[in-house]
């Protein structure tokens, strides 16, 4: 089992390589990776610590740190729900504590099986962009700030559109 | 301070609000009751889940009841105001 130090040695790396940026008050951010840090011992993978999880990986999926709730949560109200991600200007910013973006019926059901998703296909799919840099596609409601893979800006993704 | 007024918490063992609103409480000398509901296991913790959703309408930490008022979230004014501090 890795330590909370190796875990966000590891955390810290993605993260400076991505553009995201931790909680700068270090009694909050040790508070945040202490609760990460006993669910990953508790359950074998870091899920939220904001949140209650079922204990098992399909149901809990979309809440493992960084949850699928991340982006839009910082670019929205410039915080994860946990607050462990930060924009850049959330030190200029209110804190009250943010809504949860989970649907609440994922904490009855579970996070639903992929073809349960919106995103799976039909009417209801999400957008498709691409990256006119590197071609990195992703299914989401918004194109990613930065992309994963080259780096380029939020501008350069492009809507792909749907053939049918 | 309001007598009487023993605030009841639903709290996670690991978020950050929910120590962060324990520390609060105890700061102002204010007694409270508390459950980590992550440190429940199978029917007492759907117990108590369900028991959340029916106080707040949905499953967020901390709950916490302050008599006939309810916060969702460490809202320092809020419970400022509710405790009469």
């Not at chain 1, 931790?22 to 909050?28: A, H, L, T, V, Y």
């Not at chain 1, 699928?68 to 009250?96: I, Q």
């Amino acid at each position: 089992m890795r330590t909370i130090s190796d875990m966000f040695a590891e955390m810290k790396k993605i993260a400076d390589e991505e553009g995201y940026q931790f909680n700068p008050d270090s009694i909050q951010l040790n508070d945040i990776l202490d609760g990460l840090w006993e669910n990953e011992h508790r359950y074998g993978y870091p899920s939220c610590p904001c949140r209650i999880a079922k204990g098992v990986l399909a149901d809990d999926m979309d809440m493992i740190c960084p949850c699928n709730y991340r982006d839009a949560d910082v670019e929205e109200y410039g915080c994860c729900l946990c607050v462990l991600y930060v924009s850049d200007d959330w030190a200029t910013r209110k804190h009250d504590p943010i809504p949860e973006r989970r649907p609440q019926e994922y904490y009855e059901k579970g996070y639903p099986a992929i073809l349960e998703q919106k995103g799976a296909g039909g009417g209801d799919m999400v957008e498709v962009y691409r990256c006119t840099v590197c071609g990195y596609l992703c299914g989401r409601e918004e194109p990613p700030d930065l992309c994963p893979i080259c780096r380029a800006k939020k501008e350069r993704f492009e809507k792909f559109d749907k053939i049918y | 301070m309001k007598k009487n007024i023993r605030p009841k918490l639903y709290t996670l063992s690991t978020c950050m609000h929910c120590r962060a609103t324990k520390r609060f409480l105890k700061e102002h000398g204010i007694e409270y009751d508390f459950v980590d509901v992550d440190k429940l296991d199978g029917r007492e913790k759907e117990e108590v889940l369900s028991e959340v959703k029916s106080i707040s309408g949905g499953v967020r930490f901390p709950t916490i009841v302050i008599g006939s008022k309810v916060i969702v979230g460490f809202y320092e004014d809020k419970l400022k105001k509710a405790l009469g501090i």
